[in-house]
Nanobody, 126 residues
Framework: QVQLVESGGGLVQAGGSLRLSCAAS????????MAWFRQAPGKEREFVGA????????YDADSVKGRFTVSRDSAKNTVYLHMNSLKPEDTAVYYC???????????????????WGQGTQVTVSS
């Protein structure tokens, strides 16, 4: 049973930084893709970034490129979302997702992922 637990959300001023964590358990994640999505009230779930566990290769959404990065710590089975230069429009619930054997073309589609965390709220004040 794959379990994903996010943490690190909170309230931050515009221009600030946060680091979200996603602690993964229940599997060996070598062949998994781990992703971050976000969802603001009244909006669809939006892809933020992903990392292929085996290689560490990362894929970022255009909307956050240059500000957000995804990384992983294999020893801790944890994936991180490093968020810099935060804007009020980054306010959302951020979710960690995981699945295996995904083609790169499907990373940004939330329907590709079977496993989800409970989400963590990020609020950016202006």
């Amino acid at each position: 049973q794959v379990q994903l637990v996010e943490s690190g959300g909170g309230l931050v001023q515009a221009g600030g930084s946060l680091r979200l964590s996603c602690a993964a358990s229940g599997r060996t994640f070598t062949y998994y893709v781990m992703a971050w999505f976000r969802q603001a009230p009244g909006k669809e779930r939006e892809f933020v970034g992903a990392i292929r566990w085996s290689t560490g290769s990362t894929y970022d959404a255009d909307s956050v490129k240059g500000r957000f990065t995804v990384s992983r710590d294999s020893a801790k089975n944890t994936v991180y979302l490093h968020m810099n230069s935060l804007k009020p429009e980054d306010t959302a619930v951020y979710y960690c997702a995981a699945d295996t054997a995904l083609h790169a073309g499907r990373y940004s589609d939330y329907r590709s992922y079977r496993y989800w965390g409970q989400g963590t709220q990020v609020t950016v004040s202006s």
